[in-house]
């Protein structure tokens, strides 16, 4: 397995440590001149990784017992911690307000999946900031704010895109993902693969700033774990929370495949820490470490309250560590609060980057001083959260829930006792605050039920992926399972049913239509065809289509990775269709995806199943 040195690192980040107090006096906050590919005026690069579903407590750096990061902490070591950082209480909303700097409520953002998790054209990203500054800019893995451009990253500053767009994916070996907009074969663990990609993009652009954005996807379930990491947790022992409800509930398969994926992680960072000291780079370069909510389960997290999809501490406390040598003392803890949306401003700041914020003022503060002055802490503040119509406000010392609970997080940080009776001012102070951000921000309630229309055709863009979960089906078709992100159509037994997507072509053209479908041998020979009816009577509709001549009898794939059973759909190996080209004209209508001819129908059999559909712009018109 990859390796990196945690006791190569503690010396390293014990002579840095030494040699820059003694320096201190000359040099001020900033370190003096190393030997590194800087020079004096440049910009320094930007590494920020960003877990999915790892929460506060998944780290040895904050007690728990169960497991190792030596090279996660070594950023805390070498670098400095936020004690307080915050993040939402799930997924795509945390991507927001870190891709933006403003709280994901203000940008539209009110769900996980089918066009929900998008965020507000109007919003600049930290990507087009730092595309903007003349950064190579790239992300690599689990984007989850949007599929289709202009949605899609390399259409919001990322040159350069490899990973999936959906909230979470059903295969984490050698899976299907895009590499800008096309489909493409993954290789290897996903995980190990895009770090892969990351230090790949480092070495490619290390005379050039570079902004790197790694958003990996675990330990989001399904538990897939690499055997080599599994073998040390497959029979472990597990110390629980000291928190007893959090340990009653706890499902110890569950925790031992999470420790697994994020002692991988570890080694991933590990791995990626290694190539910026190869090439000299680690002086000059920023590398943040934080996740997106609280633990995918009732695990260790420092007796904190609540987990995954919760407003309270343990779902919404994240890791935040933050090395930058040439800027930041070593051992660093900073007080205060800060929170995702300080990102932004705070590297932007570190980077001489310019924020314009069409939308609106950003949120977040930048934290460059803290960061670099000891003398310095944030600024008294409160940071809000809301989902699935929960709501609190984190103050330096209280944490206030919109059901009237007050805690105070110095004496009670596990939220175990509302104070709100002997506080009563203060309480009150909090809820007109809440209120007041909740009038001002207007959170989108979960069930908002606006029609959901998925862009297609971008003029910059010559790509477009419709996957199923972005489709709707009628009839007897069924979605493979109820959380749609990496979900497929299956059932198809009757002529009468189709799959359908609600677009808006953006640009007008010819496309190449190209299916990703499984099915058994008895369905060679079903027909498939694809139409565009568009919503304007002016405008021309058209169709294409072809019999199936292949079958692609794949059953689920590595499930034998499964530690833990799994809530989302399984996975397939998906075969390619083309079905021709199709002329779509310009404006809103419906793709319909119907059979005229089924085969093979037994009422035993799935029949044919569908996956995603592509449509690549041939030719504008």
Known sequence: MFAHSPRRSLMAGALFFIANSMLAPFCGTQSCAAETKTTENSRPNVVVILTDDQGWGDLSLHGNPNLQTPNIDSLARDGAQIENFYVCAVCSPTRAEFLTGRYHTRSGVFSTSAGGERFDLSEQTIGDAFQ???????????????????????????????????????????????????????????????????????????????????????????????????????????????????????????????????????????????????????????????????????????????????????????????????????????????????????LADFCDVNVPSPAGPLDGISLRGPLTDPSSSPKPRLIFTAWKGKFSVRSNQYRYHHNGDLFDLHADPGETNSIADQKPVAAKRFRRALEDWI??????????????????????????????????????????????????????????????????????????????????EASVGTELKLTWNPKQSASSSDSTGTAITQANPSGPIFLDKDRSPREESDEKRWQSLSLGKLTLSEGPGRLSLTSPRIMGHDGDSSGVEIRLMTLHRTAAE
């Open 132 to 346: 903007n500054a003349g950064y190579a800019t790239t992300a690599f893995g689990k984007w989850h704010s949007g599929m289709q451009a202009p949605y899609h990253p390399n259409a919001r500053g990322f040159d350069e895109f490899y990973g999936f767009c959906s909230g979470h994916w059903g295969n984490y070996f050698s899976p299907m993902l895009e590499h800008n907009g096309r489909v493409v074969q993954g290789e290897g663990f996903l995980v190990d693969d895009l770090t892969q990609h990351a230090i790949d993009f480092i070495e490619k652009h290390q005379q050039d700033p570079f902004f790197v954005y790694l958003p990996l996807n675990t330990p989001h379930s399904p538990m897939q774990v690499p055997d080599e990491n599994w073998d040390d947790f497959a029979e472990k022992s597990i110390t629980p929370d000291p928190r007893p409800e959090n340990a009653k509930k706890e499902d110890v398969q569950h925790t031992r495949a999470a420790l697994a994926l994020c002692e991988n992680i570890d080694q991933n960072v590990g791995r990626l820490l290694d190539s910026l000291d190869q090439h000299s780079l680690s002086e000059n370069t920023i590398v943040v470490f934080f996740s997106d909510n609280g633990p995918n389960g009732w695990r260790y997290n420092g007796g904190l309250r609540g987990r995954k999809g919760a407003v309270h501490e343990g779902g919404v406390r994240s890791p935040c560590l933050i090395r930058y040598p040439a800027a930041i003392q070593a051992g660093r803890t900073i007080g205060g609060i800060a929170g995702a949306i300080d990102l932004l401003p705070t």
């Open 439 to 520: 009038k001002e921000t207007q959170p989108k309630d979960r069930n908002y039920s606006e029609e959901q229309i998925f862009p297609v055709g971008h003029p910059e863009h010559a790509w477009t992926q419709l996957p199923a979960r972005d489709a709707q089906a009628t009839g007897q078709i069924r979605r493979s399972n109820r959380f749609p992100n990496s979900s497929y159509m299956t059932q198809w037994h009757s002529t009468e049913d189709a799959i359908t997507w609600d677009v808006n072509v953006l640009a007008k053209g010819t496309y190449e239509v190209e299916l990703y479908y499984a099915c058994p």
